[in-house]
């Protein structure tokens, strides 16, 4: 896992924020398998999905933040090849289950996850950090985690009634 900070402005997070706020593509969808009742299933908008562009204007703006984000990094962690992108709302209500996010198929063996808030205003002590290895980690704002999809992973609890806006990324691993 690595975090990348100061990848943007934050009127680039804001953008995507208010953009995504009022799209009427939202759904609950997540976590996906019969296992799972309404009452773990959360917010998610889907931007592209295995490659093909699900939210047009919204896929635009994630790339451009992508590449924002690509700039940052050593250029050796990742390509921007965007598999998938999605936006996801939890709150304080939504407590979420330590998961892995691909299968470990040859495919999903060369991906990546990045992880980011869009709530630009986002402080620490809200909650909704970044559990990796057991260890939560807080991910200010401008800021992205880089980190191996297939190892459990989930959000820290939220303790504030705002809606926490979360990006993620599935793209190429750099080899």
């Known amino acids: 896992m690595k975090?990348?900070?100061n990848c943007c402005s934050k009127d680039t997070l804001d953008t995507l924020k208010d953009v995504s706020s009022s799209s009427p593509n939202w759904n609950l969808n997540w976590p996906v398998g019969g296992k799972f009742s309404i009452?773990?299933?959360f917010l998610k908008l889907d931007i592209v999905?295995?490659?093909h562009i699900v939210h047009p204007f919204l896929a635009g703006l994630s790339l451009?933040?992508?590449?924002?984000?690509?700039?940052?990094?050593?250029?050796d962690l990742f390509a921007?090849?965007?598999?998938?992108?999605?936006?996801?709302?939890?709150d304080k209500h939504r407590k979420d289950n330590i998961?892995?996010?691909h299968t470990e198929d040859e495919r999903s063996k060369k991906l990546v996850k990045?992880?980011?808030?869009?709530?630009s205003d986002w402080q620490e002590d809200w909650g909704g950090g970044f559990i990796y290895n057991g260890q939560s980690n807080y991910i200010k704002p401008t800021s992205f985690c880089i980190f191996d999809p297939k190892k459990p992973h989930c959000a820290d609890e939220i303790y504030t009634n705002k809606k926490r806006?979360?990006?993620?990324f599935s793209v190429a691993l750099n080899e």
């Open 114 to 119: 990045i992880v980011g808030l869009l709530n």
């Open 3 to 5: 975090i990348l900070n």
């Open 99 to 101: 998961h892995t996010d």
């Open 39 to 41: 009452d773990d299933k």
């Open 49 to 51: 999905q295995d490659g």
């Open 165 to 168: 806006f979360l990006i993620d």
């Open 80 to 90: 921007p090849n965007l598999m998938f992108c999605s936006i996801s709302i939890k």
């Open 64 to 75: 451009a933040l992508l590449l924002q984000i690509y700039e940052v990094s050593s250029k």
